[in-house]
């Protein structure tokens, strides 16, 4: 056992009230997987669908199916309608009624779905449970994913659960056959994994609504343009499509106590240690619906898009000139351990003209408002190698300044444009990073599926520090 494992056992992880559960299940034979589902304003059908896909799975030569234990984290809101907290407590009741054969404690259950799947219900809606102390409980996703890790990560501590790498989804998923054959891939001793997705209505129906195409079509769009950019920080923080490894699980404390969000600043810190993979395969299917579920993701977005008078307009998307700024940045870090930041940049904007000048200065302006200086003083000053150099500045520089930087430029200098003016740019063959379809199908949807196709051809992919 690492130290950071030993550690994060000790003082991080929230499951000494689970205590009598995770001794019962550790008694049980050991299983292959677990995959972390939190549930909040659900029907059974995630269940349903998931029951189905374990036993799907094929056995090796003599051996039976590899068991896997599926740990479902009931929450609500304490401020959700309450029609919804109905719902996920009907959902509850139906869980214990149907498969729970005990309860283990007060908000825990246990109980078998199939010959390869348990189930482990934790019920975290307000005053279900007495198994976490007052000041632990939160009503968030952030908090739901946490509990249901850190279960996973006890009970693989435990040695109940052999692979260390813990599965993350949500309960609007639609997951492949070949989801759960992580051994297929390799993904090494540490780090994350983040699965390619396609979103659609239905398990059965792949087309999405106009408004989940435009949503898709930006999250694809800022993937495509860091990847062009150079970035370590180019995959999809979408917490439904993840696996972690409980190395770096424990390293980086955890999911943290977050209404949304949660996936960006964990895959965030694991980064800067660990590699991210993203594989071309599996590729699962992710519910179009519109929610109020999280404040903001996918539900809120096909929301919010949905009620624009006229999306071809009131839809934005960042400026591709932002992403050429991001890739000349990218492109002259590596020369800023022995030169200055404009000495840099004017070498990386040859041919010097009035346009590119003026670029590099803009450049300039927002990185030093994003706090470029302290920065560079601090990796000077704590490196005897352009290597290490570079390992401190994008430890600084990582997903969330990222974010701030093209926020910057984009609020100063290059404001978002109509999703008409991207499209049009898009068929002229003006974005350098994305080329433009082959075809004359230019629907929201149609484009939706050429950028999954123009980020396949990217994958495999490997992001991070390491």
Request: hydrophobic share 40%.
């Amino acid at each position: 056992m690492s130290k950071a494992i030993a550690k994060y056992q000790r003082y991080s992880a929230i499951t000494e009230g689970f205590a009598t559960a995770l001794e019962q299940l550790a008694s049980r034979a050991p299983y292959k997987n677990a995959i972390v589902i939190p549930a909040f304003n659900e029907s059974m059908a995630f269940i349903e669908r998931f029951s189905k896909l374990s036993q799907s799975q094929p056995a090796s030569i003599n051996t039976k199916p590899a068991r896997s234990l599926l740990i479902v984290v009931a929450n609500a809101p304490q401020n959700c309608a309450p029609c919804a907290k109905k719902t996920t407590q009907d959902m509850i009741n139906r869980i214990n009624e149907r498969w729970t054969k005990q309860m283990v404690t007060k908000g825990v259950t246990f109980g078998q779905l199939n010959l390869q799947l348990d189930i482990l219900l934790l019920d975290l809606t307000q005053g279900a449970t007495q198994a976490l102390k007052p000041n632990q409980f939160q009503d968030g996703v952030g908090f739901a994913r946490k509990a249901g890790m850190d279960t996973a990560f006890e009970l693989w501590c435990k040695g109940n659960i052999s692979s260390g790498w813990f599965y993350s989804s949500d309960a609007d998923a639609f997951w492949p056959v070949n989801y759960l054959n992580t051994d297929q891939l390799t993904l090494g001793k540490k780090g994350a994994a983040v699965f390619c997705f396609q979103h659609q209505q239905s398990e059965k129906q792949v087309h999405l609504s106009d408004a989940a195409a435009r949503y898709d079509i930006s999250l694809r769009y800022y993937v495509l343009g860091l990847r062009w950019a150079g970035s370590p920080w180019a995959y999809h923080t979408v917490g439904s499509t993840l696996v972690i490894h409980g190395e770096s699980y424990a390293e980086t404390r955890g999911f943290p106590n977050r209404e949304a969000g949660e996936d960006f600043y964990l895959l965030n810190k694991i980064a800067k240690t660990a590699p991210i993979h993203c594989p071309p395969e599996p590729c699962l299917g992710l519910s179009d619906r519109p929610s109020d579920r999280v404040p903001f993701g996918t539900g809120p977005a096909v929301n919010s898009i949905e009620l624009q008078d006229n999306p071809d307009q009131d839809f934005k998307l960042y400026h591709p000139e932002i992403f050429s700024l991001l890739r000349q940045w990218h492109q002259c870090i590596d020369q800023l351990f022995e030169k200055t930041l404009e000495d840099a940049l004017s070498q990386s904007t040859q041919p010097a003209s009035n346009t590119n000048n003026l670029k590099a200065a803009q450049l300039i302006e927002a990185l030093r408002a994003i706090g470029i200086a302290k920065a560079l003083l601090h990796a000077r000053d704590h490196s005897k190698t352009s290597q290490q150099f570079c390992q401190h500045l994008l430890q600084w520089f990582d997903g969330f300044r990222t974010l701030k930087l093209i926020h910057w430029l984009r609020d100063h200098y290059y404001p978002s444009i109509a999703y008409q003016t991207w499209k049009n740019q898009l068929l002229e063959n003006q974005i350098p990073f994305l080329a433009s379809p082959q075809d004359d199908q230019d629907s929201a949807e149609a484009l939706s599926e050429h950028l999954k196709q123009l980020e396949q051809q990217t994958l495999p992919f490997i992001g991070g520090l390491n």
